[in-house]
């Protein structure tokens, strides 16, 4: 059976073998694992208004259970309305 040499030697410990006394000091080393952003490609689709609309100048949108109305206006605007 093979013997820790790291009892006989404490300076070959690492921290990482050591229990902090206080808790919160192992908080700064492990804050910029936490508080690192999540970063994902967005991925988008882009459609005109005229492929959305397909000649007429209102089409419904079902989300969940809602029903949106969008319509284009003489101006040419967009109106979204649930």
Request: net charge positive.
């Amino acid at each position: 059976m093979q013997k820790d040499p790291t009892a006989e030697r404490p300076d070959m410990r690492t921290s990482l073998d050591r229990t902090p006394s206080n808790p919160a000091a192992v908080l700064p080393v492990l804050a910029p694992l936490v508080a690192a952003p999540v970063r994902r490609e967005v991925v988008r689709r882009q459609l005109t208004s005229e492929q959305l609309f397909d000649g007429l100048t209102e089409i419904e949108i079902q989300h969940g259970d809602a029903i949106y109305r969008l319509r284009r206006t003489s101006l040419g605007k967009l109106i979204l309305t649930k």
